[in-house]
């Protein structure tokens, strides 16, 4: 998940639609490992009790965890449709 977030972070400010794209096409990859689309939240919540341990409070402030999970949703929204087939 961290190079998939690194990846799209890099993507996000020059283009949008291909980072929606690639997202797309990951939960379309992931149909074959059996991942439903109703496990993304707590994919997320996992992920933020992670960054949370890992970065502690002092570098993993409210704000930044509200700015993840806004970043995260957006990522898993898009993932979702893959898995979905929509």
Request: one cysteine or more; proline letters at 2%; aromatic letters at 10%.
């Amino acid at each position: 998940w961290v190079h998939v977030l690194d990846r799209a972070i890099d993507m996000v400010g020059p283009d949008v639609d291909m980072t929606a794209d690639i997202m797309h096409e990951v939960g379309e990859n992931h149909i074959k490992y059996g991942v439903k689309s109703e496990w993304l939240p707590h994919m997320g919540e996992a992920l933020m009790s992670s960054l949370g341990e890992l970065l502690g409070t002092k570098y993993f402030t409210k704000e930044k965890e509200m700015c993840w999970r806004e970043f995260y949703e957006a990522l898993s929204m898009h993932m979702a449709r893959g898995i979905d087939g929509y």
